[in-house]
Nanobody
Framework: QVQLVESGGGLVQPGGSLSLSCAAS????????MGWYRQSPGKHRELVAT???????NYVDAVKGRFTISKDNAKNTMYLQMNSLKPEDTAVYYC???????????????WGQGTQVTVSS
């Protein structure tokens, strides 16, 4: 099984920056794809960015040019560098991983507990 722990959330002023981290443990070697999702009150959880095991990335249009997703394979850690933050970026950010379980089960989804990001002046 894979365990995911997010960190780095907090309060930041508009235009500021934050860096989120997601540490994976357990069967982390089997992770194929990781991503960041976010959810604000009254909204469904939405995809922010993804990164494959090979390092290919994708971003939702709202964060392109401002957010950067990356990972450190040696540390089994994924990052989300957030620059030029806007109030609309305020949400709980969740780490997600799709990891290989077995040839019978295939890939399974795992989630972190979430970390609050608040952008306000």
């Amino acid at each position: 099984q894979v365990q995911l722990v997010e960190s780095g959330g907090g309060l930041v002023q508009p235009g500021g920056s934050l860096s989120l981290s997601c540490a994976a443990s357990g069967s982390a070697a089997g992770i194929a794809t990781m991503g960041w999702y976010r959810q604000s009150p009254g909204k469904h959880r939405e995809l922010v960015a993804t990164i494959t095991n090979g390092g290919h990335t994708n971003y939702v249009d709202a964060v392109k040019g401002r957010f950067t997703i990356s990972k450190d394979n040696a540390k089994n850690t994924m990052y989300l560098q957030m620059n030029s933050l806007k109030p609309e970026d305020t949400a709980v950010y969740y780490c997600n991983a799709a990891a290989f379980a077995s040839w019978v089960e295939g890939l399974k989804d795992y989630w972190g507990q979430g970390t609050q990001v608040t952008v306000s002046s």
